[in-house]
């Protein structure tokens, strides 16, 4: 059959059957609040805003230790086995 | 209407201002850091209600050879057509180059091919913005052998050239002034007061070069207003008049109130300072 | 020397090193005009690099700070930010470490990242009260083919070969086992997002082709056609009436209207 047809057929029948048939939510899904990932966690709702850092003074412009700045020693991908495409 | 000290709203302290609307004179932003942050602009709209808002750009590249990003103007333009604030300024220096953004204000030769291409670029930013631009001193770290003219004698020259208004970061005119050797007052002295439109304090750090055995200070906008700064303050007052004030604060932020005590001890010395002496302008 | 030239002598310093600025006289009263130039120098990278690894607090985790480090200071002095807002620094990072040397030891590291990367994206979005179906249903029947739906700002459709959803969330949770299996596996994934919230989840191929589609802003009609190319069982109507339920749908652009004769709710 016509795939085009089958298409707007298919619209058409969505648009003319009762709302309540099609209303079928997607299971809840977990909802993750960005302060805990994409910014320092300050108190606010919105955490996610410490993103930006447009600034017109610097202070990595002092002369600071980058070892200051690395908070993650080792990677988790060391604990992970097989995720290799091919053998090491 | 900005006779109270001003503060720089960073994001950090965004959604307590917006939920407890503290007692802050007015507030300047980075565009930059809403432009790229619906969540954030939507914020700043509410605030822009009950606050004066001033927008300090850093990627409206005024001295660049290679060309203002218009595309980020037209940004910013859309900004500042929503948000209406009382001031709108940037840098004399450079911080794209050919499409590049290289996030740092770069400094520039004080020459007439600077002035030529300053001048050229201030015109058409105002026209692109609809707004005056105020064009503020940058902290330096060196300076260039084939300038002609002082900074202040160049500042000087684009005021004349083009009637613009200038920013005075007086923090700035301090750390530059010891990085290069010059005198801060004097400085102070060199710029047309009638010009100012808004003066800048920040905080810095001092960084020894034992190698070198020298000290550089470096404008890092993380720590308090150092007495030096405060002292060059009184004096810009006592030159310019009173004049709008904003305390600059970027990284390790303190509280939000703390922010302000800064802020009310600006206020505090510029209503002494109108008490004092009349301002000698020039 | 013109200043465009001098600029691109003191780019090429602050972005590469310092061994580009020749012939250049600089004065720093009792300082070394040199050294003060590398103030600038080590603000790009510092600073940059520092940002990235802020962007990508998962790719961090699953790499480990030094290595992302290492990547980090590779690619600021070869892709630098081509715009002054630096919130949109790093999109081309991901499809970078695929192509990293150092990393062929971990395929899925792209993938992960630009996971990571669109979740950041997502979470500082808005959301805007969605057009219900009932708006879509009184259209004429042979122009809904030809409609293109808006959908919400805060949305991204990403495919993957590994089942970086599932590696994503034990890093959200905190609940990473000490080893870890990881097997090949296509994924097809919705992220949403707005206000400081974000959540992603799995879909089928052609409903991810659907949605894909019409994200992209392709006429109904046409999505369908490629979702339907792929399973033959996909069901377009209900695949429709999702995006409204779903409150994904912003605005309904009828075929004659480009954004003239938008139809909201």
């Given at each position: ?7 707007a057929?298919?619209?058409a029948?969505a648009a ?14 977990p ?5 805990k ?23 990595s ?28 | 209407?900005?006779?109270?000290a001003?503060v720089g709203?960073r ?5 307590e ?9 007015w507030?300047?932003i ?5 432009l ?40 910013i ?6 948000v ?14 050919r ?9 520039l ?10 001048a050229?670029?201030?015109?058409q ?16 770290y ?5 300038s ?16 613009c ?38 905080g810095?750090?001092?960084?020894d ?20 700064a ?17 305390i ?19 206020s ?15 | 020397?013109s ?12 972005v ?14 009792q ?43 590779i690619f600021i ?77 805060g ?9 970086i ?11 990473a ?14 992220v ?52 409204f ?21």
């Amino acid at each position: 059959m016509n795939k085009r047809f089958v298409i707007a057929s298919a619209f058409a029948a969505a648009a003319a059957a009762p709302s309540i048939l099609w209303a079928q939510k997607p299971a809840e899904m977990p909802s993750f609040k960005a302060e805990k990932c994409y910014g320092i966690a300050k108190a606010g709702q919105n955490d996610c805003a410490s993103e930006g850092n447009n600034s017109c003074g610097g202070t990595s412009k002092r002369n600071s230790d980058p070892k200051a700045w690395i908070y993650v020693p080792a990677g988790y991908c060391t604990r992970i086995v097989g995720g290799s495409t091919s053998p090491k | 209407m900005l006779s109270r000290a001003g503060v720089g709203l960073r994001l950090p302290h965004l959604s307590e201002v917006v939920a407890t609307r503290p007692p802050a004179g007015w507030l300047e932003i980075h565009p930059e850091n809403f432009l790229a942050n619906p969540h954030a602009f939507e914020l700043l709209l509410q605030l822009a209600g009950d606050y004066p808002i001033s927008v300090h750009t850093v990627g409206v590249s005024i001295g660049s050879a290679s060309g203002v990003d218009w595309a980020h103007v037209a940004r910013i333009r859309e900004l500042i057509d929503l948000v209406n604030p009382v001031l709108v300024s940037g840098h004399l220096a450079w911080s794209t180059h050919r499409g590049e953004y290289l996030n740092d204000l770069l400094p520039l030769p004080y020459d007439d091919e600077t002035l030529d291409l300053l001048a050229m670029h201030l015109h058409q930013v105002q026209d692109g913005l609809g707004r005056p631009f105020l064009v503020e001193n940058p902290s330096s770290y060196f300076g260039f052998g084939t300038s002609t003219m002082t900074e202040v004698e160049f500042l000087g020259e684009l005021v004349r050239r083009t009637g613009c208004r200038l920013l005075c970061d007086v923090s700035n005119v301090y750390v530059s002034s010891e990085n290069l050797g010059y005198d801060a007052r004097a400085y102070l002295d060199g710029l047309p007061a009638e010009a100012i439109g808004e003066l800048h304090l920040g905080g810095f750090q001092s960084e020894d070069d034992p190698d070198a055995g020298t000290r550089v200070l470096v404008d890092t906008h993380d720590t308090a207003i150092a007495d030096e700064a405060w002292r060059l303050y009184t004096y810009a007052l006592r030159r310019f008049g009173p004049k709008p004030t904003l305390i600059e604060w970027d990284d390790d932020l303190p509280s939000f109130a703390d922010l302000l005590d800064e802020a009310t001890l600006a206020s505090v010395l510029a209503r002494q300072a109108a008490q004092g002496a009349p301002h000698v302008a020039r | 020397m013109s200043l465009a030239e001098l600029q691109q002598r003191v780019r090429d310093a602050i972005v590469l090193g310092r061994d580009a600025l020749e012939n250049v006289s600089l004065v720093a009263g009792q300082g070394d005009g040199w050294r003060r130039l590398a103030i600038h120098h080590r603000h790009y990278e510092t600073s940059l690099v520092k940002g990235l690894l802020r962007r990508f607090p998962a790719t961090a985790w699953l790499l480990g700070s030094p290595l992302l480090i290492e990547a980090a200071r590779i690619f600021i002095k070869a892709c630098p930010p081509t715009a002054p807002c630096l919130a949109e620094y790093g999109e081309t990072f991901p499809p970078w470490l695929s192509g990293w040397s150092e990393l062929a030891h971990v395929p899925y590291a792209g993938d992960f990242a630009a996971l990571d990367w669109q979740l950041g994206k997502v979470s500082i979005e808005v959301e805007t009260p969605a057009v219900t179906f009932d708006v879509f249903a009184a259209l004429e029947a042979d122009a809904m083919t030809a409609v293109r739906l808006r959908l919400q700002p805060g949305l991204d459709y990403l495919k993957a070969a590994w089942p970086i959803d599932n590696l994503m969330r034990l890093y959200l949770t905190d609940t990473a086992p000490e080893h870890l299996v990881l097997e090949p596996e296509h994924i097809w994934l919705q992220v949403r997002g707005a206000r400081g919230q974000f959540d992603f989840a799995r879909l089928s191929e052609s409903e991810f082709l659907f949605r894909q589609g019409v994200h992209a802003a392709i006429p109904l009609g046409e999505a369908a056609d490629c979702a339907l190319d792929r399973d033959d069982s996909f069901d377009p109507g209900r695949a429709l009436t999702a995006l409204f339920t779903d409150d994904l749908v912003t605005s309904i652009l009828t075929a004659a209207s480009e954004d003239t004769c938008e139809i909201h709710r």
